[in-house]
């Protein structure tokens, strides 16, 4: 089973910055589009930023410019760094594999941004 393990997150004020990271196993990490995705209460989830084996990016409207997201290839994670942060930048966020046909989720780790 693959596992996608998440790190970072926490609680900010308003205008402050978080990172949060993903190591995902080798094969996932040499041949997956690895990205970020979040989830608010009552909405759904939605995708943050995504970055190909290639290192090519996209990003959501709502967090271009503000959120970075790259690729450690010595510790085979991922990492998103946030900057800006907002009250609606607010919740669950989730790393995501693609792969093929497969499609991976990690467990999730909370950002919570207080104005």
């Known amino acids: 089973q693959v596992q996608l393990v998440e790190s970072g997150g926490g609680l900010v004020q308003a205008g402050g910055s978080l990172s949060v990271s993903c190591a995902a196993p080798g094969i996932i990490w040499r041949f997956a589009i690895l990205g970020w995705y979040r989830q608010a209460p009552g909405k759904q989830r939605e995708l943050v930023a995504t970055?190909?084996?290639?290192?090519?990016?996209n990003y959501a409207d709502s967090v271009k410019g503000r959120f970075t997201i790259s690729r450690d290839n010595a510790k085979s994670t991922i990492n998103l760094q946030m900057n800006t942060l907002q009250p609606e930048d607010t919740a669950v966020y989730y790393c995501?594999?693609?792969?093929?046909?497969?499609?991976?989720w990690g467990r999730g780790t909370q950002v919570t941004v207080s104005s």
């Open positions: 995501n594999a693609k792969m093929s046909a497969s499609n991976y």
């Open positions: 970055i190909t084996p290639g290192g090519s990016t």
